[in-house]
């Protein structure tokens, strides 16, 4: 196979509804409240602990659109089920963001990777968002600041979104059970193997299932866009490319054939084509690094209109910074570029 082939074609879920896969595999889209204006959930059919309903992988954002969706399927689409666990690919506001209330609900018990888990946990808390969110509080500010982010009315409103985490996650159940690398869960009785990938996240969970030739692929692998890979200003020297790209190439030991079912855009037929795109978009992205900071000292703002040519707001600026910060110490950690703070106090990367 040597391009990507969506088996659905334009067909697609509405919002409050519920749209087959195969056989006990629902495919469920909720709205979100950013340019990205969707995200895709999964149901499937399961026996967890003598209790007959569904396992849901991913909850959508904490706000009340997504909650009256929720209850429309709750209603009409779940053939009087249950969901009986509530499995999370990683801490990101639309993949846990209605975790507890979802929880609380049914009951059912929060399955995720511990890292995630724990960063979750720290981020709900408005103290916590305050020094670890790449979108928003006083951390950002000044890890962006460092970066060459020097319009100030633009780093006031970074300050002021200290709780945009915990606004979309306003709490994150108080226990989980934690799944790693490797791992084999049961889900209607299929075996669905845990892979986990670094980079987007720091402990990303895909489900893959050989039985069905089934990959859920959370945010690793989307067919259209590229995964946000960021450095935040809690780990500000990360190289979270470098762990993504490896990431990405550890996947190609699926099938190409397989059906990936992603989080943003529609499933997809063609694994192997779409890693070597995304690896091969990265590559650009770093050559273009490269050629920007032989002619000058770049920061990570003098980047953003090399790696970006579209007009950004501010959330999309923070994302843009944290992308190209992450570009830059990819290229630093590995010996092509050197980092000095200037006397603006501004880092700035230059070649060899």
Same mark, same amino acid.
């Given at each position: 196979m040597k391009k990507i082939i969506y088996p659905f074609d334009d067909q697609m879920p509405k919002t409050g509804a519920t749209q087959d896969i195969h056989a006990g595999l629902k495919w469920v889209r909720m709205p979100l409240p950013f340019a990205l204006d969707h995200i895709n959930l999964w149901l499937i059919r399961d026996c967890f602990e003598g209790r007959d309903g569904w396992t849901l992988v991913d909850c959508g954002?904490?706000?009340? *659109?997504?909650? /009256?969706?929720?209850?429309?399927?709750?209603? *009409?689409?779940? /053939?009087?089920?249950?969901?009986v666990r509530i499995i999370v690919t990683h801490m990101h506001p639309d993949h846990i963001g209605l975790a507890s209330w979802l929880s609380e609900k049914w009951p059912a018990p929060l399955w995720m990777t511990m890292t995630d888990y724990v960063l979750a946990k720290w981020l709900s808390d408005p103290r916590g968002s305050e020094v670890g969110s790449v979108a928003g509080g006083g951390g950002a500010a000044d890890h962006f600041a460092r970066h060459g982010l020097a319009n100030e009315e633009d780093l006031i409103k970074i300050r002021a979104r200290a709780n945009y985490f915990s606004n979309m996650v306003p709490s994150v159940p108080p226990r989980f059970r934690r799944i790693m690398d490797q791992e084999l869960i049961q889900i209607g009785g299929q075996n669905w193997q845990v892979l986990v990938g670094y980079g987007h996240a720091p402990e990303h969970a895909c489900l893959w299932c050989d039985e069905t030739q089934t990959l859920i692929s959370g945010d690793m692998v989307l067919p259209r866009i590229s995964t946000n890979v960021s450095v935040f200003d809690t780990e500000p020297d990360a190289d979270p490319l470098g762990l993504y790209l490896d990431s990405l190439t550890s996947l190609k030991q699926l099938p190409e054939d397989a059906l990936v079912l992603p989080s943003h855009g529609k499933p997809f037929k063609g694994l192997h084509v779409r890693i070597e795109q995304l690896h091969d978009h990265h590559r650009d992205r770093l050559a273009d690094t490269l050629e920007a900071c032989k002619s000058s000292p770049q920061s990570a703002r003098d980047l953003v209109p090399v790696l970006f040519k579209r007009e950004l707001d501010l959330h999309q600026l923070t994302f843009a910074m944290g992308e190209a910060i992450a570009h830059l110490n990819h290229l630093w950690r590995g010996g092509y570029l050197l980092r000095e703070v200037c006397s603006d106090g501004v880092l700035r990367f230059s070649c060899r």
């Amino acid at each position: 196979m040597k391009k990507i082939i969506y088996p659905f074609d334009d067909q697609m879920p509405k919002t409050g509804a519920t749209q087959d896969i195969h056989a006990g595999l629902k495919w469920v889209r909720m709205p979100l409240p950013f340019a990205l204006d969707h995200i895709n959930l999964w149901l499937i059919r399961d026996c967890f602990e003598g209790r007959d309903g569904w396992t849901l992988v991913d909850c959508g954002v904490s706000n009340q *659109a997504t909650k /009256e969706a929720w209850l429309n399927i709750f209603e *009409a689409e779940l /053939e009087n089920l249950p969901i009986v666990r509530i499995i999370v690919t990683h801490m990101h506001p639309d993949h846990i963001g209605l975790a507890s209330w979802l929880s609380e609900k049914w009951p059912a018990p929060l399955w995720m990777t511990m890292t995630d888990y724990v960063l979750a946990k720290w981020l709900s808390d408005p103290r916590g968002s305050e020094v670890g969110s790449v979108a928003g509080g006083g951390g950002a500010a000044d890890h962006f600041a460092r970066h060459g982010l020097a319009n100030e009315e633009d780093l006031i409103k970074i300050r002021a979104r200290a709780n945009y985490f915990s606004n979309m996650v306003p709490s994150v159940p108080p226990r989980f059970r934690r799944i790693m690398d490797q791992e084999l869960i049961q889900i209607g009785g299929q075996n669905w193997q845990v892979l986990v990938g670094y980079g987007h996240a720091p402990e990303h969970a895909c489900l893959w299932c050989d039985e069905t030739q089934t990959l859920i692929s959370g945010d690793m692998v989307l067919p259209r866009i590229s995964t946000n890979v960021s450095v935040f200003d809690t780990e500000p020297d990360a190289d979270p490319l470098g762990l993504y790209l490896d990431s990405l190439t550890s996947l190609k030991q699926l099938p190409e054939d397989a059906l990936v079912l992603p989080s943003h855009g529609k499933p997809f037929k063609g694994l192997h084509v779409r890693i070597e795109q995304l690896h091969d978009h990265h590559r650009d992205r770093l050559a273009d690094t490269l050629e920007a900071c032989k002619s000058s000292p770049q920061s990570a703002r003098d980047l953003v209109p090399v790696l970006f040519k579209r007009e950004l707001d501010l959330h999309q600026l923070t994302f843009a910074m944290g992308e190209a910060i992450a570009h830059l110490n990819h290229l630093w950690r590995g010996g092509y570029l050197l980092r000095e703070v200037c006397s603006d106090g501004v880092l700035r990367f230059s070649c060899r």
